[in-house]
């Protein structure tokens, strides 16, 4: 029968402490004491999503909540305000409908697949507002000093 404890030779192959070291100085960014880095956009986004992101970074600083980390989140919603501006040109333009013919030649009068498209990118706009915080109620959750003060009748 086997006794316990690893056999010689098996598993992986320790990495050496002065690599491990090396690895973890290679990985770290480098940052400049004083300054916080720049969020910037991805270069995947058109010249309107850049001016998107840019306002939205500027939210971010005026409430003290920019990060480097937040970027790719920033970047997504511009995509999808950019897209939802892009849908309600369209609509103000066609209209919410169309018509078109049934198999029994009668006129059937449908919404546009615009409507949904533009519904489904502004429910991701307000969901990723509020997990930026960029909305009001988000903002009050974490807001301070919004408690009502106890009460006399409290204990009942």
Do not use: C
């Not at 001016?51 to 939210?59: A, C, H, M, N, Y």
């Not at 018509?99 to 029994?104: P, R």
């Not at 502004?122 to 509020?130: D, E, T, Y």
């Amino acid at each position: 029968m086997a006794r316990g404890g690893a056999r010689s030779g098996s598993g992986r192959k320790r990495t050496d402490p002065a690599l491990k070291l090396l690895g973890a100085a290679a990985i770290a960014p480098v940052t400049v004491p004083g300054a916080a880095p720049k969020m910037t956009p991805p270069l995947h986004l058109s010249d309107h999503e850049q001016l998107l992101f840019g306002t939205i970074v500027e939210l971010l600083e005026a409430r003290g909540n920019a990060s480097v980390n937040w970027t790719d989140h920033v970047a997504l919603l511009a995509v999808r305000l950019a897209q939802a501006q892009r849908l309600k040109a369209v609509l103000e333009v066609e209209g919410d409908t169309y018509q078109t013919k049934t198999s029994t030649g009668g006129l059937m009068i449908r919404a546009r697949p615009e409507v949904a498209m533009m519904s489904e990118a502004m429910r991701q706009v307000q969901s990723l507002l509020g997990e930026l915080m960029l909305n009001p109620s988000a903002a009050l959750k974490i807001a301070e000093g919004h408690k009502k003060p106890a009460g006399d009748f409290d204990d009942f």
